[in-house]
């Protein structure tokens, strides 16, 4: 009988730790789900927060979607370890507590500067796994603040337009997807070879998407 | 039917169809054999698994372009040591995504190939004229000033003040107006990867192209080859669909190092010796970041545009890098603000990185109950680690002789960053693991060597198998080891001798 209280009571903190407590997924996210966003969401706080020498913080820059972006443009085996990556970083707390009072509560949980200090001894690690898994994260991250407009025309890394030059390729096939009755071009429209093209500079017009 | 190149959309039911020649790739080794093929009047069939790319299907973002245009997404890593490996899916193979660095191999490289794999026309001498023909085609030229951009340039200063030779990269570009953007697709159309180059050029010559097609299996009875089956693979996914049969007189695998030996081994061909998916080699290689005083706009330039080959002899190279800001920032050290601070220095940056020969790291690639994905093992020789390790040093020299005011390594057990070179003294005296580094490895060579003795290698010095009578392979799996430098033109050159020789025999 006891064992069986034990049991149930195990069931119960484990149901509460792994699934009671995280907020909706967001509108816009179709990979990941509401937990996984949650802990790139905070991730993303911790490693890009708010001010300091680039203004964005995590949040403004859309890492949670564009994560989701990330992994749901991934293959099978891919989506599968990311979002193992996901759970490891959330949990592993069991295993490598945080620092402070209560160290062993899932990561998103923890206060601001736990969170900190966990990453930190993650990234940190003797152990070389250990060190790998939070690469992987903060690479993640990264890859999608650098793909934030604000991000890059801060640092005045945003892609400049480049005027379409059409080529012999480009009458041979259509665009990823389409049918070859959707090409637009015909040997009328090739660009004469040799024409001069001024190299790009920071005075170039940025790339719609990036303005 | 389109008398282009056939895409994804086209294929409404299973197919056959009969050549005398079916090529498997469209990378540089593929692409250049389809060319000289289908010019000598051979019915040529030319088979890609991934899709062709117009300028617009680039993504600018470069986590999502990976995603698109690389093998798994471009996570593939092996095992053992960690390394990460890129290898391309699209028209045009690694020359559409790679920095289109074109380098002979050094005379002394290819007459080691020469004495230590029993090959007897494969030195300069015998490859110089197929680099000329493939240079002149392609336009292959060293990169302007105009558009090196001033983190190549500081690159020329840095070697200029240490007395270390340097030259502007040559490239297969026309019209390049330096925006680094090699890694994720050239827009501007200056690239010249065998999608727009000898692609284009083997269909005018007669050849066929069919995209998004994956051969599994290569069709052998006794010791001849008679063709190729596989499915349609939809784009950017790997859902599967109709079923195809090529037919053909002659097959050529040209899928690249990794792919190659997975499809013999599935297939059960040419393998007698063993060798197949054996003697996996690559260029490792490892990066820094120099912080200039001044700003160096780093994303203008050619994405890659001085080198150094001045320690090539002891087994590495040095160049000048660029990547998607998301994907080399990986190696930048810190978190919150602290990593806030090192990435502000990006405008101020260059990125500079060393490639080792790393002759003694062996590894293998074997293929995978389910699936064409390779499974990857690979070790990092304690010899050759060292050799990365004098590569890093070499660099921080060349940041400081540039004025560089500080450096970040990106090594795990070195400080996050130098202030002056003899700080970073302590690179040379610390032992090193090989852990500590994060890896990456996009050359690959050797896994279907070329060797005189069939015991010992996979084809001989004109790709053709030892074993089977009518199969040939032109991929960078063919090179008995590394070339010392960048492989894509001396893969060139051989796959174009090869197309020769299958053509005077078909
Ligand atoms: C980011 C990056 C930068 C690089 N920069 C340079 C550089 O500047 N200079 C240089 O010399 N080298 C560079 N390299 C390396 C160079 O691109 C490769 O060595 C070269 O592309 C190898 O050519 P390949 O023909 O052997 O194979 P690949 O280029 O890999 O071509 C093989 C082709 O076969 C297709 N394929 C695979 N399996 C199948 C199948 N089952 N069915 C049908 N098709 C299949 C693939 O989709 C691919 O298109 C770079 C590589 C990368 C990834
Ligand atoms: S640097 Fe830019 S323009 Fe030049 S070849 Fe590379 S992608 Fe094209």
Known sequence: MLGWIVVVALAGLGFRRFSLGYPAR????????????????????????????????ADRAGLALHADRFVG????????????????????????????????????????????????????????????????????????????????????????EIPRVVTEADLLWPAV???????????????????ARAPLGPTGTIHPDYR | MNAGVRVFAEYHRDFEDVCDVVVVGSGPGGAVVAYELARAGKDVVLVEEGPPFTPEDFELDGALSMART???????????????????????????????????????????????????????????????????????????????GPRNLLFREACDALGYSSEPIARNVRGCVGSGECFN?????????????????????????????????????????????GRVVRPFTE???????????????????????????????????????????????????GVFPRETQPQFGATQGYQSLEFVRDGYKLETLWAPPGVFAVRLPGLGFDLKRSLSMIPHAAIWDAIATCNRSKGRVRARRWGMDPSLRWRLDPKDLTILVEGLWRLVELFFAAGATRVLPGVHGLPEEFRSLDEARRIRSREFRETDFTLAGNHVFSTTRMHGDGRFGVVDEFGRCHET?????????????????????????????TGRQIAARV
């Open chain 1, 26 to 57: 967001p509108v816009g996210a179709s990979t990941l789900g509401a937990r996984e966003i949650h802990t790139v969401r905070i991730a993303g706080r911790t490693i890009y927060p708010e001010g300091g020498a680039i203004a964005a913080s």
């Open chain 1, 73 to 160: 443009a991934q293959t099978g085996k891919n989506r599968i370890l990311m979002r193992l990556l996901l759970v490891a970083i959330e949990h592993a707390t069991l295993v490598f507590p945080a620092p402070g009072p209560r160290g062993w509560r899932r990561f998103t949980a923890l206060e601001p500067d736990q969170r900190l200090a966990y990453l930190d001894a993650w990234r940190h690690s003797e152990l070389p796994a250990r060190r790998l898994v939070f690469v992987s994260l903060r690479a993640i991250l990264t890859m999608g603040y650098f793909a934030n407009p604000e991000v890059l025309r801060s640092l005045g890394l945003a892609p400049r």
């Open chain 1, 177 to 195: 997807g389409e049918h070859p009755q959707s090409i637009r071009f015909t040997r009328g429209d090739l660009t004469p070879p040799g024409d």
């Open chain 2, 70 to 148: 690389m093998r798994e997404g471009g996570l593939r890593t092996t095992r053992g040591t960690i390394m990460a490996t890129m290898q391309a899916n699209a028209l045009g193979g690694g020359s559409l995504v790679n920095s289109a660095i074109c380098v002979r191999a050094p005379e002394f490289t290819l007459d080691g190939w020469c004495d230590e794999f029993g090959l007897e026309a494969s030195t300069r001498a015998d490859l110089d004229p197929h680099y000329q023909a493939i240079e002149d085609f392609l336009g292959i030229a060293p990169t302007p000033d105009d558009v090196q």
């Open chain 2, 185 to 229: 697709g050239c827009r501007a159309r200056a690239k010249q990867s065998t999608d727009v180059s000898y692609v284009p050029a083997a269909i005018e010559a007669g050849a066929r192209v069919y995209t998004s097609l994956q051969v599994q299996n290569v069709l052998a009875s006794g010791s001849r080859v008679w063709g190729v089956t």
């Open chain 2, 239 to 289: 859902e599967l669909g109709h079923r195809f049969r090529i037919q053909a007189k002659v097959v050529v695998l040209a899928a690249g190092c990794m792919a190659t030996p997975v499809l013999l081994q599935r297939s059960g061909v040419a393998n007698g010796s063993g060798q197949v998916g054996e003697n996996l080699q690559f260029h490792p290689g490892v990066a820094a970041m």
């Open chain 2, 469 to 497: 009578d009518n199969l040939y392979i032109a991929d960078t799996g063919v090179l008995p080891r590394s070339p010392s430098v960048n492989p894509m033109l001396t893969l060139m050159a051989l796959a174009r001798r």
